[in-house]
Structure formats: C-alpha cells, structure tokens
C-alpha cells in the first residue's frame, strides 16, 4: 500500500493563480481531510470528506475548494492564489475516527 | 469549541533521560480522543499514541505513554530513555465524537534531545 499520497510536493504560485493539490490514498478510508501547517504552529483543518459524495468546511475554509467524487481522491483547489496561503499543506485519511494518516505534505509559496 | 494547549514552547532533555511534553484541553463532549503526533525537521507527521476518554488505563506504545488526568483535562506525553532521534516537533491533538474525524491541534512542542 502506497497510503497517502501528495502531489505535487512543492509548487510556487503567483498571486491570482488557481490550482489543485492532489491527495490519494489507497486503503479505503471514508474519512479524508485537508490541513494546513503555517511556521511555527500546529496544522488547521481547512476541509474535510466523511464520504464520497460528502464535504464540508472546517476551520479556515476560505479560498479554498475541494471535492470527493471517489473514495480514493480528494483534490483541494486553491481558487485565486493569495500570499496568505503560503503555508505546508497536508492531506490525512482514516477508517472512522480513529488514528488518522497523514500524507508527506506539500509545500505551496505564493508570491 | 475544543481547544488544545500545549504550553512548553521548547524542551531540552538528556540522552537516555525520561521527558514528558504537556498538553491540556478543553471540551463540554462527554466522548473524545487524544493523540499525539511527532513531525521530525523531514516535515512528516507521525503517529505515536492514541488515548479514548473512556479508556480505564493510560495508553502505552513502547518508549511512549500517555499520562491521561481526565478531571485535569490533561493529556501528557511521556517519552522515556530519550534518544537523539526523539528530536522533533511534537503536537498533541483532539477529536470530539461530535466532530466526527476532525482533528483540532495544539501548537507543538519542540524536544532537543542533547548527548
């Protein structure tokens, strides 16, 4: 099993740009989520999936879209790049609410 | 809201010494669970330890246990005979069963283990 995979892992966006980070996972999990990591601080749920089919917003939402058409793939767009959103963001899975995996992160910088 | 607080901003520990990280929380659910990550300089997050809040014991997974205060609302992470590996971030983090998978985080904690 591959788990959570990310891509791409690192990317440099100018500011108005749009694009998608790529999140898979290979072991079944209905749960899947979207974080993000900002220096010096603990990661915060943007969006998160209990399903396919099924989204919803968490914590800092905005600017952000994402979709769950298949229980493998949860892609999260970033619609109008902002310096903002330079951040790690990291992508998670789990069977119910148990421990949750957690992919190698991607590392987006807006300029 | 649940709220995660992990005050120790840095910690520094002594090759083959015991370490404890605290954490503490705040919620009104009756059903929620710890967890503690471990993110090394390689930025991956790492599972270490769960605790369920109607666990009778504290959690234990090799070198790592969970010291769970329930009427403390604490959650500490107990790591013993530190080695130089153990250097890294560590985060602890909360799930209510009325939140479903989300996870909120506190701010982390970051161990040195010195030789």
């Known amino acids: 099993n591959a788990g959570v995979t990310q891509t791409p892992k690192f990317q440099v966006l100018k500011t108005g740009q749009s694009m998608t980070l790529q999140c898979a996972q290979d072991?079944?999990?209905?749960?899947m989520s979207w974080y993000r990591q900002d220096p010096g601080m603990g990661l915060r749920l943007i969006h998160y999936?209990?399903?396919?089919?099924?989204?919803d917003q968490g914590e800092v939402p905005n600017g952000y879209n994402v979709s769950r058409s298949t229980t493998e793939d949860f892609p999260l767009r970033l619609l109008s790049a902002a310096p903002s959103q330079t951040s790690v963001y990291f992508c998670?899975?789990?069977?119910?609410?148990?421990?949750?995996?957690f992919g190698p992160g991607t590392r987006l910088t807006v300029l | 809201a649940q709220k995660i607080t992990q005050t120790q901003p840095g910690m520094f520990v002594q090759e083959k010494e015991a370490v404890t990280l605290d954490c503490t929380y705040d919620?009104?659910?009756?059903?929620?669970?710890l967890f503690w990550y471990k993110q090394p300089s390689s930025g991956e997050m790492i599972f270490l330890i769960y605790q369920g809040s109607y666990d009778q014991q504290n959690a234990t997974e090799g070198r790592y246990s969970l010291n769970f205060q329930k009427a403390r609302k604490s959650a500490n992470l107990v790591i013993s005979a530190s080695q130089l590996g153990d250097s890294a971030m560590y985060f602890c983090a909360m799930r209510q069963e009325t939140s479903g998978s989300r996870l909120t985080f506190g701010e982390g904690t970051q161990l040195t283990v010195n030789p």
């Open positions: 072991m079944n999990h209905e749960y």
């Open positions: 919620t009104s659910d009756p059903s929620y669970g």
């Open positions: 998670a899975s789990s069977r119910g609410v148990g421990e949750q995996f």
């Open positions: 999936s209990v399903g396919a089919g099924i989204t």
